[in-house]
């Protein structure tokens, strides 16, 4: 892709409403646009970030054998009605009146239409279990909307719901995506920690808020600093496996806000591993058994004849705020200089021809080069404006593109000025560049 | 995918409050569920299927040039006012107060929003021509919501927004959009004709719908047969053959309902030739000049140093609204047989195993078949329920996957009845199975 052809309105300074660094560089670059408060449209830049995190959130969904559908954005108040939480919901839930003066809403989640599709479609426990999701615009109409997209009122996000005969048998479905959740996020490679979390709106007993840490998070966190060092490369998808990774997790306090109890916190981590700081939430996922199945009816036939309430789970991602949270935690905002996780990055190559009025033969070096990447599924954006070199890498620093060539005069023979942002550059032929860049893909 | 543990609620019968047979079969087979009036979940094989119709709308766009972005949902009436379609929309469109009390809605169509991205973005004609798109939910809200999706009131649909800099320019960009639309549709294995059109709400001196012939169509329209003959696979990405591709379709008469005059048909078009029936309308497309470029002053400098209103076309296509279009045009709801295009079925193949209580060993084929589909990427589902084998058959003629293999206890050679649905059963190799589906898929 041309710059000057593709639709990146870039800002020359910081705009002033921005507080924090992932609005500052969305807004900066051209990511994102404001509609109204808290709402935003998604320009090509963002929206391609958006939209390779959506797939991967997708991918790790599929993997461990939940299936996508799609709730429509607009419900009926009648299921909220018969849950019990559409007075409880108050003033965040955005009301609506049709013109037939029916009572709707835009739904801030979906237990209550999911729950409905359940009761009128399966029976019987042979179907269970069933983990669906979607991926869906919500609307929460925050009072104050702030930070951009990371405290927006319309904003997209997956949710999943687990149908269980049992409660063992619906801890199994949680545990799953437990790791789904820890798979997810490595890949966008975030350190995301479990954290044990109050259940809020949603209801239930158990729950885990998985967290990144950064200054600009609104969640307060406490942790035995420990929990960092671990992972789940060695889980895998089966009843006892999954068990153990969990207790693995939970063998270390870590606890948001509302759950954080001072003594128990001194009492279990020495002094040395407490970790007290900020994070942001990127994911909460929920246990409540028959909170919604018993209030709406949703039962199955079970092996003996005897009918019971669906066990039930929920499981949420915030997927448009991920692109903000990766923003808070890559970006250099002191040198101005964003790094994209290669599986979500805009472009994977920024190629930077030095251009001079009279003189294009860097520009068509550029599109040759573009030409073979391309043919290698490597996507590049070529800067073909006439800008001068500093600001045309300053520009390409914020774009964050993980990959720049620099092609300027004196690259005559078959040698490129190779850079990964953050690190030296290096004087590589193209064969070499592509072979790097490829490997570095199939590690995603 | 087995069977029994895909969410695909299947009804014993067709449900009666559906009239036409889109409708019919959708609820039938458990693709959507309704939420409320007009509104609708989509279960997995329906979202499968509008998936796979989104992925060929987008790739069809991304060839011509566009770029994709997204706006939000939720709109303020601010922009709407600047244009003076506030107050003319009508009911349809569903006004919300939120908890400020601004007044905003959801957007049933995007031109407002669209110009105010580009006037707050773009200034200079050297950034044109910009053709921007996005895939996203609508509603309107139709005062009788009927025929299930065909005219729901939230639907899914991709609008794409054309910006030149004179109205040649916009014709070319105009032109780009008609190409692209009828290789959208021609993947989709549907003749979709371009008619001329009624520019209603939108505005503009120039439009076309698209249409498909179907009986239970809402738009009555008038053409001169020979015009299904016509094709553009000649046709380039290029000014004067996309003018020579328009030209050749616009050479016939075919017009829609607010176009149609008697005296002109009867005189054009000969007797033999004429066609007066129903359609359905799939997409259309509007130019409209500085409409609301003007409105709302979206200007670009002109290379003398003058200013000039950018010129402005819109161009949509349904894309929930496919889903229900394909079937009234491939589903013979005389035998109950569907047959989805390859390039849009849920699934590639059924695998059909008689399974008897003692013996699963036709099961235990169908796996192994699976699995070596799915190594070459053809996706298959196995019915591994205990019904008899008719009401399998009757199951999965109506699920509308487009081959089937069926496995009986004699399939013990290396032969397995293998069918495309409509045509004959043959005795064929797994090898050469495999083969046929690859093939087809290219083709796609």
């Known amino acids: 892709m041309l710059l000057s052809k593709s639709f990146v309105p870039i800002l020359k300074n910081n705009p002033s409403e921005a507080k924090i660094k992932s609005h500052q560089l969305m807004l900066r670059v051209g990511m994102i646009k404001q509609a109204s408060a808290g709402i935003y449209s998604w320009l090509p830049l963002g929206f391609k970030v958006m939209k390779k995190i959506e797939d991967i959130v997708r991918q790790e969904q599929n993997k461990i054998g939940a299936q996508e559908i799609l709730m429509p954005t607009i419900q009926s108040s009648d299921i909220w009605k018969e849950s019990g939480r559409y007075e409880d919901y108050g003033e965040e839930m955005l009301r609506i009146k049709d013109r037939q003066n029916r009572e709707m809403l835009y739904g801030p989640t979906n237990e209550e239409q999911i729950t409905e599709i359940f009761r009128s479609s399966l029976k019987s426990y042979k179907s269970l279990p069933q983990l669906l999701y979607h991926i869906q615009w919500k609307f929460r109409d925050e009072i104050r909307p702030r930070f951009g997209i990371m405290r927006g009122r319309e904003f997209y996000m997956k949710d999943a719901y687990s149908f269980d005969v049992s409660d063992e048998q619906a801890f199994y479905s949680y545990n799953k995506f437990f790791l789904s959740y820890l ?17 809020g709106p949603i209801g239930g007993n158990l729950s885990h808020e998985f967290v990144i840490l950064a200054d600009t998070g609104e969640s307060k966190i406490f942790t035995d600093k420990r929990i960092f060092d671990l992972n789940s490369n060695d889980t895998e998808l089966e009843k006892n496996s999954l068990q153990l990774m969990r207790k693995k997790y939970e063998n270390y306090y870590s606890v948001t806000d509302e759950k954080f109890n001072k003594e128990e916190f001194e009492k279990v981590v020495s002094e040395k591993n407490r970790l007290i700081t900020k994070g942001i939430e990127v994911g909460h996922i929920f246990y409540f058994g028959d909170k919604y199945s018993k209030a709406m009816g949703a039962s199955v036939d079970l092996p003996g004849g005897k009918k019971d309430f669906v066990k039930m789970g929920s499981y949420g991602i915030g997927v448009s705020r991920l692109v903000g949270a990766i923003i808070e935690a890559k970006y250099d905002d002191k040198n101005e200089i964003m790094k994209w996780p ?7 190559i920024a190629l930077i021809p030095m251009i001079n009025k009279n003189d294009t033969s860097a520009l068509d070096k550029a599109i040759t080069i573009y030409n073979e990447l391309s043919k290698n599924n490597i996507d590049a954006l070529i800067d073909d404006t006439e800008e001068n070199f500093s600001s045309k890498i300053k520009k390409m620093n914020l774009i964050g593109a993980p990959y720049q060539i620099i092609i300027g005069k004196k690259s005559d023979g078959d040698l490129f000025e190779f850079k990964e942002i953050g690190k030296e550059t290096k004087n590589l032929s193209l064969i070499k560049i592509v072979e790097i860049i490829k490997k570095q893909k199939i590690l995603n």
């Open 183 to 199: 798979r997810t996020f490595k890949r966008l490679e975030l350190t995301a920690i479990p954290m044990a979390a109050d259940t």
């Open 342 to 348: 290669l599986s979500v990055a805009p472009y994977d």
